[in-house]
């Protein structure tokens, strides 16, 4: 099976500190493409552009969306699962 190299997170409580090891983790494990939808979406969407800009001398390009609160987890995937050439490859759903 081959790892996930895009993610969607189902925000069901907001952003926590404890995302930022995730984030580095999925940077680590190469994930292209990070979607988010439900609680503060956008705010968690900025903390992972954050980190992967990180300082700035090493930013690692990562493809982000995050989803208004009129739009649903199936939306999200449906945008995930739309991307292709450089951004295909299989999904993970995550909650957090």
């Not at 968690?44 to 300082?55: A, F, H």
């Amino acid at each position: 099976m081959t790892s996930p190299n895009k993610i969607v997170l189902n925000s069901v409580r907001g952003y926590a500190p404890e995302l930022d090891d995730l984030v580095v983790g999925w940077i680590r494990d190469g994930v292209i493409f990070f979607g988010v939808v439900g609680v503060e979406a956008a705010k968690i969407e900025s903390i992972i552009d954050e980190l992967c800009v990180g300082d700035g001398s090493q930013p690692y390009s990562m493809l982000t969306a995050s989803h208004g609160p009129n739009e649903t987890l199936q939306d999200a995937l449906f945008l995930a699962e739309q991307l292709t050439k450089e951004f295909a490859g299989p999904v993970a759903v995550i909650e957090f």
